[in-house]
């Protein structure tokens, strides 16, 4: 299982959040530190190692890191917001 480490940005993001939307992406998350390429996953285009979650209408990106055993998460926002 991978460890997960949070951006000033998407910390922010989750305090500034209502708990059901806040619940439902620590859920996504938990299922990433599982398998961090599931179904929905997507590689983002033009980027080297970066990848989006979806949760309803927000995106997570994030990147992972096998030599640390690590997945960062770099930004939860809107989709119109994150790209």
Same mark, same amino acid.
């Given at each position: 299982? #991978? =460890?997960?480490? +949070?951006? @000033? ?8 959040? @209502?708990?059901? #939307?806040? *619940? /439902? &992406? $620590?859920?996504?998350?938990?299922? %990433?530190?599982? @398998?961090?390429? &599931?179904? !929905?996953? *997507? ?6 190692? %970066?990848? /989006?979650?979806?949760?309803? =209408? +927000? /995106? &997570? #990106?994030?990147?992972? =890191? +096998?030599?640390? @055993? %690590? $997945?960062? $998460?770099? *930004? $939860? !926002?809107? /989709?119109? =917001?994150?790209?």
């Amino acid at each position: 299982m #991978l =460890d997960i480490r +949070y951006s @000033n940005k998407a910390a922010k993001f989750l305090k500034k959040s @209502n708990g059901t #939307l806040v *619940k /439902r &992406i $620590i859920e996504k998350i938990e299922k %990433l530190r599982e @398998n961090p390429f &599931i179904h !929905d996953t *997507k590689k983002i285009v033009g980027s080297k190692g %970066l990848f /989006r979650a979806r949760v309803g =209408d +927000y /995106r &997570i #990106l994030y990147e992972v =890191d +096998y030599k640390n @055993n %690590l $997945i960062g $998460i770099i *930004k $939860i !926002d809107k /989709r119109s =917001d994150v790209y």
